[in-house]
Every structure is written in C-alpha cells, then in structure tokens.
C-alpha cells in the first residue's frame, strides 16, 4: 500500500469546527445603575459624545487611570472565577455588573453605541463583542469576557480567554499564543516607537503558530473616551508609523483565530464571528507609554491579572 503523503504540523484540515455553533440565546433587560454613580456622556443618549483634543494624558488622568485599570483588573479577576460548565454569560453579567457598581464604577459598555449589556462575553467562535444572553457555558468552550469600567471620569478596558473544564488541544494553544501575542505587542511599546511596531510582534508571533489576525477590530486610544482617535493595529501596516509618546494610554487586545479571521456579523450587529467556525480568542490590557516601555494599567497593586492566574499552563 502506498504511503499517504504526510503533512507538517497543524493544518487548517486537521482543526475542527466549533460544533455545535454558538447560537443567539434570549438577551434579558438592560441592569441599572444607582443614581450616586457618575455615568460617562453616553450612558444616556448611546452617543459616545465629542472626542478628547489629545492622546497624551495629563498627571491627574494618569492616576485616574491607575485607579480604573487596577479596579477593571479585580473585576476580570472575579469574573473568571465564575467560569464553569452550566453557567450562563447572563449570570456572569449580572454579577459582573453588581460588582462594578458595589465599586462605585460605571460598567462602561452599557449603553455604550446602544449595546444592551453590562460586560462582553465571547465563546469559541465568536470574536468580540458577544452579548451576555440564556446560553450555558459547556465543558470544552473557551470564552473571551472583557470587563470595562469608568471610575473618576476615565475607562479600564481589560479581557481575558478562560477555557471551561477541559478546552481540546487547538483551542489550549490558541488560547495561550494569543496571550503570548498580546505581551509581545506590549514589549514593543515604548517612547519614539512607530506605532506598527506592535501589530509586527503579534502579526509575526500568530504567523509562527499559523494563526489568523482579525483586522476589523483593532486596539483603541482609552482615558476619558471608551475608544479614541487613537488606532493599534494588531497587524503590521508599513504606513501606520505614528511614534508613540510618554503618556499615551491605550489597549493591546489581538484576535487570532485557528482558521480563517474572516468574520461575519450577526443581525444584533455586534456579534463578530468567524466565517468559517473555526475558534477565535482575545486578550486585553490597557498601557501606559513611557520613556523607557509600556506600564501596565490593568493589574491589581500586586501585580496580578486573569491572564496568568487563570492560565492552564
Ligand atoms: N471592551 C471592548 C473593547 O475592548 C469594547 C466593547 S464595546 C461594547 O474595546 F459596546 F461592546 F461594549
Ligand atoms: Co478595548
Ligand atoms: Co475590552
């Protein structure tokens, strides 16, 4: 019998589609917030309001900053810990949602452009954005849950892959180079830098473990405004070489996929998943630029974060 001719390493054919496919669950009511708690310009009209003049933060912003990082990091902390088999991202809302507001902060995607929940929960397929909604989680998902807060007139954005019981063996990687990814794309950041300096290091790591980067959805300036003009790639763009500068805030959050990043929406317009099924994961700090490289706003005064604690590594 002849030899079958054998491939190198992981292929695309030898991935498995996520199945069954995530579906649309039932999506409960908007959660409220106690009146004491200072609200961002949009929590209102879904209008995120005029944008700030600069990129560069001042001191007070800074320490702000500090503050709503530290706070979305402990958060995130919190909310992995409810990951298990036969929760629903609904539950995981509502107590992501008591959290921050027993904080004293404002859960920033609320109402945010219109989306209609507390936090965002993304499994398997789905890329970002996923509505918390009736579905269970199931042994063997992975979910994106991405925590924002306001406090003190600022936003900490922060997200985390968490694999519930047991993940198969693609998905295990997929998970831990995106991770990997994101703290390449960290350590490129500096004074001076060009901006496409980060989406090179994560662009080249994803290429190394033939992983996709989704392009649609990129890292964002973030202080006083959910998202700023500020754009982060998380690709490389020759011409996208903007230098970077002490005092600059803003997220690293890369989306590689096991297949294809091509992506589709669904008709709630803001669930992204990939066109062909295949796994997707997502993690997300938010840094300040200095002199010398990037401190990192989302971890807690002992240096903690969700990434590394609920690592399966
Ligand atoms: N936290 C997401 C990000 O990383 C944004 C969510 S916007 C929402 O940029 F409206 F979907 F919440
Ligand atoms: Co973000
Ligand atoms: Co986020």
């Keep these: 019998m002849a030899k079958r001719k054998r491939s190198r390493g ?7 589609v996520s199945d069954p496919p995530v579906r649309p669950g039932l999506v409960g009511p908007r959660r409220r917030v106690p009146g004491h708690i200072e609200r961002p310009p949009y929590a209102r ?4 309001g ?16 500090r503050r709503a990082g530290q706070m979305a990091a402990e958060v995130l902390l919190f909310a992995g810990k409810l990951v298990a088999p036969g929760v629903t991202t609904d539950s995981i809302d509502a107590e992501v949602h008591e959290e921050i507001v027993r904080r004293g902060a404002y859960p920033s995607p609320l109402n945010y452009r219109g989306y209609p929940k507390s936090v965002c929960t993304s499994i398997n397929e789905v890329i970002c954005h996923g509505i918390p909604d009736s579905r269970a989680l199931a042994d063997g998902d992975i979910v994106n849950i991405d925590v924002t807060v ?4 600022v936003h900490g954005d922060t ?13 295990r990687l997929l998970v831990r180079e995106t991770r990997t990814a994101m703290y390449l794309g960290i350590a490129a950041v500096k004074d001076g830098a060009p901006v496409n300096a980060i989406g090179r290091a994560i662009e080249s790591h994803a290429r190394t473990h033939r992983l996709g980067v989704v392009r649609e959805f990129i890292g964002h300036g973030v202080g006083t405004e959910f998202h700023s003009g500020l754009q982060i790639p998380h690709y490389y763009e020759r011409n996208h070489n903007t230098p970077l500068a002490t005092g ?23 669930t992204a998943v990939t066109a062909d099924q295949r796994r997707s994961a997502q993690f997300e700090h938010t840094l300040l630029c ?5 401190e990192i706003l989302t971890r807690t005064p002992a240096g ?7 690592s399966g590594d």
């Design 159 to 171: 997200s985390t892959t968490f694999e519930v019981g047991e993940v198969d063996e693609h998905s």
């Design 50 to 65: 005029p944008s700030a003049a600069s990129s560069v933060r001042s001191a007070a912003e800074i320490q702000a900053m």
């Design 248 to 270: 600059m805030t803003f997220t690293i959050e890369p989306m590689l996929t096991l297949g294809s990043p091509d992506l589709y929406m669904w008709d709630d317009q803001w």
């Design 304 to 310: 903690e974060g969700a990434a590394e604690v609920f």
């Design 45 to 48: 009209t879904g209008e995120p």
């Design 10 to 16: 992981a292929t695309l054919e030898r991935v498995p």
């Design 290 to 294: 200095l002199d010398y490289g990037a």
């Design 150 to 153: 306001f406090l003190d007139g």
